[in-house]
């Protein structure tokens, strides 16, 4: 005999910080001591959000004992979050002798409107020249269930994915003569989308 159920497991809602700004730096000049002042945000015309749908592999459990096996799955330990910088000035980016910072980010675009703005949030990237900066979600989307005695369970997840895009603005300030440099282009991000299905099928064994 076997039995299914459908499980939606919400998550967490996360978001951003911002930035702005503009001079001239010598990456070479050891006088220069640029700090991150902030880092805005905009909504990307060019790029909608991308809703993706990942089915694990099936989780598969089996009870040969005489007792009830309790069994808890967390299907988000084996996934990531993702984060990449995209410059429109790559080359002056890696050129200048930027500090290494980490930063809030957008995973939702309704919060993001036409003109820059700072959004504060959870997710906590690191900027990079053009690399991907992965992260594990923070969140817990474990199932528990028992597994009755000479059972076999087997789970399928389908998570729902999204990828966000959306437009920076970064500025750095020089602490010793208060210059201003800024840097834009476009982030991408990929998150959890809030929602997990689960199909549980339990069976005796034969």
């Given amino acids: 005999m076997s039995r299914y159920f459908y499980l939606s497991l919400p998550l967490l ?3 951003i910080i911002s930035c702005s700004s503009d001079d001239d730096i010598s990456p070479n000049n050891p006088e220069s001591a640029y700090e991150l002042q902030s880092i805005d945000w905009r909504f990307n015309e060019e790029n909608p959000e991308e809703l993706i749908s990942v089915e694990l592999p099936e989780f598969y459990f089996k009870n040969e004992s005489d007792s009830i096996l309790p069994v808890s799955i ?7 979050g993702s984060s990449r910088f995209i410059f429109n000035d790559s080359l002056a980016f890696a050129e200048f002798n930027y500090p290494v910072h980490e930063i809030s980010a957008p995973m939702d675009t309704f919060f993001l409107e036409s003109t820059y703005a700072r959004v504060q949030g959870r997710i906590q990237p690191v900027i990079l020249q053009q690399e991907t900066f992965n992260f594990a ?3 817990n989307s474990s199932s528990t269930t028992e597994i009755p005695p000479n059972n076999e369970l ?4 389908t998570l729902a994915m ?3 895009y959306a437009d920076f603005l970064i500025t750095y300030k020089d602490a010793n003569t208060g210059a201003i440099k800024t840097f834009d282009g476009v982030w991408e991000g ?3 989308n809030n929602n997990t299905q689960v199909e549980f099928a339990m069976n005796e064994i034969e």
């Fill in 190 to 192: 990929y998150f959890y």
């Fill in 74 to 80: 967390n299907p988000l330990e084996y996934l990531e």
């Fill in 154 to 157: 087997r789970a399928i997840y």
């Fill in 137 to 139: 979600f923070s969140s």
């Fill in 13 to 15: 809602c996360l978001l």
């Fill in 162 to 164: 999204k990828k966000v």
